[in-house]
């Protein structure tokens, strides 16, 4: 018996519908929206997000809804950036209350994450090793390393292209082509 198609969003649309709720969100078009990043996988369309209030971090509980729920369409991890709904006029500061529900709008790609940390919206630690955020007592946690995104770098192909030949000639990656051919009838077991 076949099953009604009622209701049931395809795999890209969720994802265009992802993309289109995410520029709304970085482009301020969404009012009650702020960005935390997911720390916890809880369970049952439920995570754990960190968002940023006076005093550090402050953990709340976010529901992923249905839209956004398929795995394939538009994969959810620990590391990600989303945009969530807290409503206008949510304090951060304020202490929660009892009922509290957030939802998350959209969740956002490495890139867009980066544009937003490198326009100062979300603070560093959003978008650095998990780890790091917990650093071991006595020690500074920077967070990981910081790698540039692929927009910054100026450097051209020939500089690129010259280094890595450089660096695979002092590896001995090269030195099949360096060999001198072999006279017909010898053969050398040792240069194979």
């Not at 009650?32 to 940023?52: D, E, L, N, S, Y």
């Not at 304090?91 to 790609?109: C, K, R, S």
Request: glycine content about 10%; hydrophobic content about 35%; cysteine-free.
């Amino acid at each position: 018996m076949p099953r009604s198609k009622k209701g049931r969003i395809s795999g890209t649309k969720r994802q265009e519908l992802n993309s289109q709720r995410a520029a709304a969100a970085i482009n301020g078009k969404t009012d009650g929206v702020t960005f935390a990043r997911v720390t916890k996988m809880i369970g049952q369309g439920h995570v754990k997000v960190a968002i940023p209030f006076k005093h550090g971090i402050k953990e709340l509980s976010a529901r992923i809804p249905n839209v956004l729920g398929r795995r394939g369409a538009t994969p959810i991890t620990a590391k990600d950036v989303v945009a969530i709904y807290v409503g206008e006029g949510y304090d951060p500061d304020a202490p929660a209350t009892p009922g509290e529900h957030f939802d998350i709008v959209a969740i956002l790609t490495p890139k867009q994450a980066y544009s937003l940390k490198k326009d100062g919206i979300i603070p560093d630690w959003m978008t650095n090793d998990i780890d790091a955020d917990k650093p071991a007592e006595g020690t500074a946690g920077d967070g990981g390393f910081e790698f540039a995104h692929e927009s910054d770098t100026d450097t051209g192909d020939t500089e690129k292209s010259a280094s890595d030949e450089d660096l695979r000639a002092r590896l001995g990656a090269n030195r099949l082509a360096h060999r001198e051919p072999v006279a017909d009838g010898e053969l050398n077991i040792d240069d194979i």
